[in-house]
């Protein structure tokens, strides 16, 4: 499905013009994409079966704080290396979502070991931020150069090295490299433990998104994939978390499910939108077009990111996902 609409999107794809590929960005600010992310405050303590208390708001709302406001200032000092770090964080963030779903979703054996899954991590991971430096390098620097020249524009040449035949070249190899040896480890852990249906389907997502992030400018497809794919599987994970979604979502009533997750992401949706307008007000240049704005929104979003992969990464830790083999230990 992917695929098709990778070259359903193809067949358009010179004829959409650049403002609308912004429009699922944007839309993403309201549906699915920020919300996701506006329940790191409910998540720890439910995962652990403990009421939240004030101590554990204050713990993420500290975090918030710190880690947030420390890399904001980093924006500040350094635009050309916050864009660096906020597309390294993306990276490592979106692959980890991708293997607590396979792990805990499709029940994947051949991704048994520590090793296996931080390679898939690097690659389901690197398919978004990776593959659209390779196939479409003038949006990839026309998006860094806004973020970057909101805070300096004479910084905006600084990664100018990175979107060179020579370097694009070999990223694409070394990728690619990845990719193979990553699927073809995992081929055969998936023969050996008799798991070759999860294999067929990490090996069939990873292809298909290949394909569609080859295909599809970065904006449009990033701006699709980051709701329906990223923060939809997100948002399953915190439903299953929480008592009251879960099970709704075992009587197969979605839509009780989203509306428990509607009203619990609802307030600090809202409350992102007042860091928003500062982050807005606090850029040097002031936005006046479309690409500007959705600039400010990215930079909003990585200052936002960056806490929120700490407790992302709280909760993996809690299913001891980076360390399979004590998972196995333990028989749970
Ligand atoms: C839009 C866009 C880009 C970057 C998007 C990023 C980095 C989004 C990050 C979103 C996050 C971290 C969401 C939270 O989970 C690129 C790659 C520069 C290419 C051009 C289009
Ligand atoms: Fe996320």
Known sequence: ?????????????????????????????LLLGVPHGAVDHLVLPRSRGKPITRRS?????????????????????????????????????????????LVELTDASH??????????????????????????????????????GAFDPRAVGALDWVFTPEVRLAVAVGFGLLIATTLGAGYRRAVRTDGVRPWLIDAGETLSLFAYFGLVPPILAIGLYFPLWHS????????????????ALSDRSTGRAFWRFTRDAAP?????????????????????????????YLVFIAVLTLPHVVVVSLLDRQLDLWSPQRLSRSGT
Do not use: C, K
Request: aromatic share 12%; net charge positive; hydrophobic share 55%.
């Open 1 to 29: 499905m992917t695929v098709t609409l990778g070259f359903a999107i193809r067949g358009f794809g010179g004829t959409i013009p650049l403002a609308y590929q912004y429009v699922p960005l944007l839309v993403s600010a």
């Open 57 to 101: 708001l204050a713990f993420v709302g500290g975090l918030y704080l710190l880690i947030g406001g420390g890399y904001a200032f980093v924006w500040f000092l350094s635009p050309a290396l916050a864009f660096a770090l906020f597309i390294l964080v993306t990276l490592l963030h979106w692959g980890q979502g991708d293997v607590y779903a």
């Open 111 to 148: 991704l048994s070991t520590r090793r296996i899954r931080a390679s898939t991590a690097l690659v389901r991971g690197g398919l978004p931020m990776v593959i659209p430096l390779v196939a479409f390098p003038e949006q990839y620097r026309f998006v860094a150069a806004t973020l970057i």
């Open 232 to 247: 939809l599987r997100h948002i399953l994970r915190t439903m299953l978390l929480d008592d009251v979604a879960a099970s």
């Open 268 to 296: 600090l949706t809202a409350g992102a939108f007042i860091v928003l307008g500062a982050v807005a007000l606090a850029v040097p240049e002031t936005p006046t077009t479309v690409p500007d704005a959705v600039g400010v």
